[in-house]
């Protein structure tokens, strides 16, 4: 059973930095993982996306330069680092996965989600 287990998320004002995380267990050794978000009333979006050697990675461009997506194999976790946060970055933050060594911007190319983790920008 494939579990994804995100943290980190939490209350910070706008300019402040979070780093989140997600765990994975029962999964696939190669896989490419994903963080979405999606905010109130708006469809859930790419945010970032890493291959399994972590070498390949693809940012949304409302995020680029200011987001570094980041993995550790022997922990299967991945991360989240977000610098200078904006109250338009406000959105649940889901990890997601696939067995599939390419990245995909599509939501519904990942069979595989955690439960989201709030992250809330103060202006």
């Known amino acids: 059973q494939v579990q994804l287990v995100e943290s980190g998320g939490g209350l910070v004002q706008a300019g402040g930095s979070l780093r989140l995380s997600c765990t994975a267990s029962?999964?696939?050794?190669?896989?490419?993982m994903g963080w979405f978000r999606q905010a109130p009333g708006k469809e859930r979006e790419f945010v970032a996306g890493?291959?399994?050697?972590?070498?390949?990675?693809n940012y949304a461009d409302s995020v680029k330069g200011r987001t570094t997506i980041s993995r550790d194999n022997a922990k299967n976790t991945v991360y989240l680092q977000m610098n200078s946060l904006k109250p338009e970055d406000t959105a649940i933050y889901y990890c997601a996965a696939r067995t599939v060594w390419s990245i995909s911007v599509g939501p519904s190319e990942y069979p595989y989600w955690g439960q989201g983790t709030q992250v809330t920008v103060s202006s």
């Open positions: 890493i291959s399994w050697g972590g070498d390949i990675k």
């Open positions: 029962g999964i696939l050794s190669a896989n490419t």
